[in-house]
């Protein structure tokens, strides 16, 4: 079975602008979330959806948001990008939420 | 939500010998998951070994076992016959309701 893949893998953008990020989760997982992670931070959760409902958010502010396609794959954008949003952000599939997750190779984000 | 602290953030074990990762937890709930992920240097987070808080018996995964006490919310990793490719950051993770919050991870490095 393939595994999550996240597109683009690099991504370098200028303040201001606004980034979608692409995450496909292993074929019959149905629960996706998405993490950032940071040196300073750490992993920290962004939100996971299910179904194509979004079941819970981290604390990230509204320029955070994604979303859920029927085939289970998932979107994250950020609008309005800020120097404090540069990060790998992970995208991690399940078969269903509280089960084991499945981590992608993330995309490394740098915005300057 | 509920947080995840690991107070020890570098580690080091001789190869070929056990070494223990803390970590405890704190939450309202009494449904909820516990993991271990692993993040080698390569950055795509595998999952080492997971608990049900509501199952008494510590999970095992063959060189990984976890000693979980849930009253002190205590769930610590146990590595045995520590290998190089045991070298990494190891995070340890608490699930409930959809929501997946990490600890700040240990660094892991095994000498040969």
């Known amino acids: 079975k393939a595994g999550v893949t996240q597109t683009p893998r690099y991504l370098i953008k200028t303040r201001g602008q606004q980034v979608t990020l692409s995450c496909s989760p292993i074929?019959?997982?149905?629960?996706v979330s998405w993490y950032q992670q940071t040196p300073g931070q750490g992993l920290q959760f962004l939100f996971e959806y299910f179904s194509e409902t979004q079941r819970n958010k981290g604390n990230f502010p509204g320029r955070f948001s994604g979303r859920q396609f029927s085939n289970s794959r998932s979107e994250m954008n950020v609008s309005t990008l800020e120097l404090g949003d540069s990060a790998l952000y992970l995208c991690a599939s399940s078969l269903w939420p509280s089960y084991e997750q499945y981590f992608g190779p993330g995309t490394r984000l740098t915005v300057t | 939500a509920q947080t995840v602290t690991q107070s020890q953030p570098e580690m080091s074990v001789q190869e070929a010998e056990t070494v223990t990762l803390s970590c405890t937890y704190d939450?309202?709930?009494?449904?909820?998951?516990l993991f271990w992920y692993k993040q080698p240097p390569s950055r795509q987070m595998i999952l080492v070994i997971r608990q049900e808080a509501y199952k008494q018996q510590n999970a095992t995964e063959n060189r990984f076992s976890v000693n979980f006490q849930k009253a002190a919310k205590s769930f610590s990793l146990k590595i045995s016959d520590s290998q190089l490719g045991d070298a990494a950051m190891y995070f340890c993770a608490c699930e409930n309701n959809n929501d997946m919050r990490f600890g700040a991870g240990t660094r892991l490095t095994v000498k040969p």
């Open positions: 939450t309202s709930e009494s449904d909820y998951y």
């Open positions: 074929s019959g997982h149905r629960s």
